[in-house]
T-cell receptor, first 115, second 114 residues
């Protein structure tokens, strides 16, 4: 079974600064996918960014980028130029290549962006 | 565009009561999922479906049942509610497999069993 660990229960950052959220995972699979989801106070989960394990290039989406270290089984999320609207819970998630699209989530990191 | 719609938003049940959480999507997605989120925790998969008439267990299926008679609807049934089922329930849907599997989530149903 896969496990996903987010070791930072809470973090805070000043508006316009950069913050990095950590995620590690444990798997014996070689083909898999990794995701970061955002859950704002409205509770609705929103996909932030995704990474295919076979791709060495780190994914980027505007102010969001990842540092994917496959050998270390690490998948951190960097948020640049933090905005007040980035305040939310962030969940790292893992999916095996042939798992019927089943996601395994980490416990989450609560991020507070301060003005 | 409604996306994934869950009803009700809130519900309080007494121990032993039953109820059905409704989920509907209007995106013609093949895949649908039910998750539960306990306080301070990540989501855990209860059941999922890869198409009408096909369902399968996830990580925590005990105490729940599902059916998928149409592409659009994926209701979750609690037969004998227990306090351990107090949680927030999320329904999600997706179109494709693998990295193109972007799961779209509903707004959740907060359930309390007292």
């Amino acid at each position: 079974a896969q496990t996903v660990t987010q070791s930072q229960p809470e973090m805070s950052v000043q508006e316009a600064e950069t913050v990095t959220l950590s995620c590690t995972y444990d798997t014996s699979e070689n083909n898999y996918y990794l995701f970061w989801y955002k859950q704002p106070p409205s509770r609705q989960m929103i996909l932030v960014i995704r990474q295919e394990a076979y791709k060495q290039q780190n994914a980027t989406e505007n102010r969001f980028s990842v540092n994917f270290q496959k050998a270390a089984k690490s998948f951190s999320l960097k948020i640049s130029d933090s905005q007040l609207g980035d305040t939310a819970m962030y969940f790292c998630a893992f999916m095996k290549h042939d798992a019927g699209n089943m996601l395994t989530f980490g416990g989450g990191t609560r991020l507070m962006v301060k003005p | 565009n409604a996306g994934v719609t869950q009803t009700p938003k809130f519900r309080i049940l007494k121990i032993g009561q039953s109820m059905t959480l409704q989920c509907a999507q209007d995106m013609n997605h093949n895949y649908m999922y039910w998750y539960r989120q306990d306080p301070g925790m990540g989501l855990k998969l209860i059941y999922y479906s890869v198409g009408a008439g096909i369902t399968d267990k996830g990580e925590v299926p005990n105490g729940y049942n599902v059916s998928r008679s149409t592409t659009e609807d994926f209701p979750l049934r609690l037969e004998l509610a227990a306090p351990s089922q107090t949680s927030v329930y999320f329904c999600a849907s997706s179109y494709a497999q693998g990295a193109k599997n972007i799961q779209y989530f509903g707004a959740g149903t907060r359930l309390s069993v007292l």
